[in-house]
């Protein structure tokens, strides 16, 4: 049976030079003709594993076999010669050039040996176009040109390239409705035409439409192949989301006391016009953990920037302690007692090159106890630091060292050190304990736990289940930019339930998130 | 007074004054549509400048001089390529040391190569060339009877005709040639252009080597022809007017020749005026003040059309 697959992968394991292993042992086998999902979460491996099949990356092991044929895809240009053919997430499309430039980028027909054949650039476009139905303006420049429109332009690049084989990366992660509807019925017909599709994603429904058969990946490793048609949406949630390790935390009931942070009816429309945060209502109370789970990508990376003027949202209020925090610089923001752990520490988190110290005091080297006159006063400050390398166990030669020298463990301690030491009333921690060891892992759950209890507001952002339904006292689950779902008490929640309104097969009613709001 | 200086001759050395800053305006437009920002110019003009007067001397002919000097120009951008391609450092710094290397490194060779030494005038080339040295001028035939288009017109260098030649050439190659699409593509977007097999490497070496043949072309018309020899700084700043001029035209060969231009009149009046007793220190900034007046209307009006795409963006956002 083995020639009925154009693409067979087998026994892949990809170890990335930092050790992290990205797959492990996978098998992924496509058949000719079919519409195969790979699906996923963030982070699960479906990405590196079509790096490899597309020759952006290579195995650490394992065998890739293309049309019966064992394949060194040593580069994209090898997959492309192979008939593998690819649209990214991220559009490969020069803005300024035509439809029709970028169509021939590359492989530019030529007349009189020397000049570009536009009218033939214009021809080839406009009857690949026809052929397939996917009707684009081969004159138009692409950055005038709907999103939309981009997408079948990339299709078309590969097809015009002799692709047989489409990996889709996300397809509608940018699209609208109606635009995803129209693709859908371009990929079926692609498919009556005899192309093989990948088609990569996490978002249920538009599996269940679609495709024809379906390989899960968790955590890097397969969770086995399935017909569409054979399984339900609900076993497929359990097997994308489901818990391996529990990480139990101790805590008491939660107290909660007096309303910290109000989020009122905040809307957030991003620069490709979709729209990321709809009517976002809730309240956080003093002595309370409540976490926010989801799926990336629904609303709690603008909801996190909302609320410390990373961005500005379009409408609705947000107030801390009654005052307002929307459109106030960070400085006034921090002021008011707010505390970020944000969701990319490199970046937002710390100054890569400056000293353990340097980032530990650069929220309050202002202040007086740090300062004597025009100068710091050194004494109070490495007085300061190394009191929060002990508490917080920041393993380093001493405050001076630069701290991107530090494991991905300690510098999140280092950030958390920061912003858990200032006195805050609300803490914001977005992802805080992404990518890192087991042990600064726990700590810092405890840590969150022992601040809570100690009065403090937690809203907690993480795309791990485990660690939102272990900490959080109240849980909320987004899922297209608005609140799906509001659960009081974590304690009798179970993966599946939350599996099914992460991927939008559930909602509750607007009476039942708006409690939320506590009024 | 104005007709003292609004005459057929200004308008004449406006286009003589024009071409070098034309020159390396080329080479900055082809660079920065490709994504590489050769700052260099200025020194790679000043090694051209040397070696086509070096050159010509030595083999009494001016077009032996003139491909000697294209020869060092692409050859000195080519290196700078490689220090900044392949061994990545900063192509800013790199065109800093190429524009440290065309002042005083070229000095240096200067008296090492001629053996000339520091009297009471710094060493230069000047005393090498004489008038059978410098590139021929040329009278267009018919055109040069025209009144007041002819002597404006005529009788120019013939590496000033081959400056507004180049305009077009260069907006031929940009816009109707494969490599223009791939250079275009590459300084857009480079991933892009990679995914489809587009050599990104290989384009970026080709816009740089072109940007330092024309920095080549500007320094042979400046001491083969303009200054007649090479001497300390005689580049005076063509090479960065000429990134003015690129930033002034939105990167694009008419509209940075239009801008070259600006600059040329600037420096052709500031000359004239001089030469009509008025201070030289007060008008020899002329030229420089009106880069960055030049510069600043460019940016406000970049920031104008910026706000415009925005609003209208917000409105259609809105619209939905």
Request: proline fraction near 3%.
């Amino acid at each position: 049976m083995a020639e009925e697959y154009v693409v067979q992968m087998k026994g892949i394991t990809k170890v990335y030079p930092n050790g992290i292993a990205a797959n492990q042992d996978v098998d992924f086998n496509v058949r000719k003709g079919e519409i195969h999902a790979l699906m996923g979460e963030n982070g699960a491996g479906k990405s590196t594993l079509m790096k490899m099949l597309f020759g952006l990356e290579q195995p650490t092991s394992g065998e890739i076999w293309v049309n019966g044929e064992k394949v060194n895809l040593s580069s994209p240009a090898v997959a492309i010669s192979k008939g593998i053919g690819m649209v990214h997430q991220h559009f490969m499309l020069v803005p300024s050039l035509t439809v029709a430039e970028n169509m021939v980028l590359g492989m530019v027909p030529k007349k009189s040996g020397l000049f570009i054949d536009q009218k033939k650039a214009v021809e080839i476009t406009e009857e690949y176009s026809r052929k397939f139905n996917l009707e684009v303006d081969p004159n138009a420049k692409v950055m005038d040109i709907p999103v939309g429109m981009k997408q079948k332009v990339e299709i078309l690049k590969a097809l015009v390239r002799g692709a047989k084989i489409l990996i889709l990366d996300e397809p509608t992660a940018v699209l609208t409705t109606q635009e995803t509807t129209e693709l859908f019925r371009e990929l079926v017909n692609l498919k009556n035409q005899g192309y093989t599709l990948i088609f990569i994603s996490h978002k249920l429904n538009e599996i269940m439409e679609i495709t024809d058969r379906m390989t899960i990946l968790r955590g890097g490793k397969s969770m086995g192949v399935h017909e569409t048609k054979d399984v339900t949406a609900e076993e497929i949630s359990r097997l994308m989301v489901g818990r391996d390790v529990v990480l139990k935390v101790q805590k008491d009931k939660a107290q909660p006391g007096d309303e910290v942070l109000r989020v009122r009816d905040l809307e957030y429309v991003n620069e490709w016009g979709k729209k990321m945060l709809d009517k976002v209502s809730f309240s956080l109370r003093r002595g309370e953990i409540l976490g926010i789970a989801g799926v990336e990508g629904n609303g709690q990376k603008e909801l996190v920037d909302m609320l410390f003027h990373l961005n500005v949202p379009n409408a609705g209020t947000a107030t801390v302690n009654g005052e307002n925090i929307l459109g106030v610089s960070q400085r006034k923001i921090r002021e008011k007692g707010v505390s970020l752990v944000p969701e990319d520490r490199m970046l937002y988190g710390i100054a890569g090159a400056a000293s353990i110290q340097e980032n530990m005091i650069a929220d309050r080297c202002g202040s007086k106890r740090l300062n004597k006159g025009p100068m710091f006063d050194m004494k109070s400050i490495h007085a300061e630091v190394d009191q929060l390398i002990q508490d917080y166990t920041v393993l380093c030669k001493s405050g001076s060292q630069r701290v991107d020298n530090l494991s991905g463990g300690n510098i999140q301690k280092v950030v958390v050190a920061r912003e858990f030491s200032n006195n805050p009333c609300l803490i914001i921690a977005d992802q805080p304990t992404r990518g890192i060891d087991v042990g600064a892992t726990e700590f810092i759950r405890k840590k969150l736990v022992e601040l809570s209890r100690a009065g403090v507001a937690v809203l907690l952002v993480s795309a791990d289940l485990n660690e939102v339904m272990e900490l959080s006292d109240s849980l909320m689950v987004m899922c297209g930019g608005r609140i799906a779902a509001y659960f009081e008490d974590t304690s009798e929640l179970s993966d599946e339930v939350m599996g099914e309104y992460m991927l939008g097969l559930k909602r509750q009613t607007p009476e039942e998130v708006r409690r939320v709001c506590h009024e | 007074m104005l007709q003292l200086i609004f005459n057929t001759d200004f308008f004449f050395s406006i286009l003589r004054i024009t071409a070098p800053i034309l020159f390396a305006t080329l080479g900055a437009v082809v660079g920065e549509k490709a994504g590489v920002s050769n700052i260099g110019l200025e020194g790679t003009m000043m090694v051209s400048a040397l070696f086509g007067s070096l050159t010509t001397y030595w083999s009494g002919s001016w077009a032996v001089g003139l491909v000697v000097a294209l020869f060092c120009g692409v050859l000195v951008s080519l290196l700078m390529g490689f220090f900044a391609f392949n061994l990545k450092t900063d192509i800013i710094l790199t065109g800093i040391a190429v524009n440290m290397i065309g002042s005083g490194g070229t000095l240096f060779l200067v008296k090492v190569i001629t053996q000339q030494t520091e009297g009471k005038a710094l060493a230069s080339t000047t005393s090498l060339i004489t008038a059978a040295h410098q590139i021929p001028s040329w009278n267009i035939p018919l055109i040069k009877d025209i009144p007041i288009l002819g002597p404006i017109l005529s009788g120019h260098c013939i590496l000033t005709y081959v400056a507004f030649l180049l305009v077009f050439l260069t907006w031929v190659l940009l816009y109707r040639t494969p490599l223009g699409l791939n250079i275009r593509s590459v300084g857009e977007n480079p991933n892009a252009a990679s995914s489809v097999g587009v050599s990104v490497l290989k384009i970026k070496y080709i816009a740089i080597g072109f940007s330092g043949l024309m920095a080549g072309f500007g320094g042979a018309f400046m001491s083969m022809y303009y200054s007649m020899g090479w001497s300390l700084d005689m580049v005076a700043g063509r090479g960065f007017i000429a990134l003015a001029a690129q930033a002034m035209g939105a990167g694009e060969p008419v509209g940075s020749m239009l801008s070259a231009l600006v600059f040329g009149f600037a420096q052709a009046f500031s000359i004239k005026v001089s030469s009509k007793g008025i201070d030289s220190n007060l008008v020899t900034p002329i030229p420089y003040l009106v880069t960055i007046l030049g510069l600043v209307a460019f940016a406000l009006v970049l920031r104008h059309r910026v706000k415009k795409q925005h609003s209208a963006s917000a409105l259609e956002k809105t619209a939905k």
